[in-house]
């Protein structure tokens, strides 16, 4: 038996880059950051803090609730599975590359439509502990929304 999970909790470093492909299928792309705060060992060896950054892939319906709210600055909760992966570029160039595909979202920031729009009377943040609604894709993957934090 193998298990391949991911669970992270992070800061969004840029704004998504949604494509759309033929039959409505999208995918998106965004980096999000995570830190380790800095400590201090039992044998007062100071350790600094470390930011690691996470290439993140979205599949399925999950990506029109990314391209909607979520954008830099955004902290998740994702939970998926790491995928790497080699690639050729169009100088001949050989890349590696570590991403995490996406199995669940949770949006942990106040979520307001990425125009700015936050006027609007469909703004899913809702009012402070108010249970929200879920979105997910066919697949079965879920973007989790049911939390009464306030922020």
């Not at 470093?13 to 792309?29: H, K, L, M, S, T």
């Not at 595909?101 to 469909?122: F, K």
Request: charged share 25%; glycine share 6%.
């Amino acid at each position: 038996m193998s298990v391949n999970k991911v669970i992270l909790l992070g800061n969004v470093g840029r704004d998504p880059d949604i494509r759309y492909f033929e039959a409505n299928r999208a995918v998106a792309n965004f980096t999000l950051a995570t830190t380790e705060r800095a400590h201090k060992t039992a044998n007062d060896q100071i350790i600094p803090e470390r930011t690691e950054w996470h290439n993140i892939v979205v599949r399925g319906g999950l990506v029109q609730v990314v391209e909607k709210y979520v954008h830099k600055g955004s902290k998740l909760y994702i939970e998926g599975k790491i995928r790497s992966r080699t690639y050729v570029d169009r100088e001949n160039q050989s890349h590696f590359v570590t991403e995490i595909l996406v199995d669940e979202l949770e949006l942990l920031s106040r979520r307001e439509p990425r125009d700015n729009d936050s006027a609007r009377s469909d703004n899913a943040y809702g009012s402070i502990g108010e249970p929200q609604s879920s979105y997910g894709n066919n697949d079965g993957t879920t973007l989790a929304t049911d939390f009464n934090t306030p922020f």
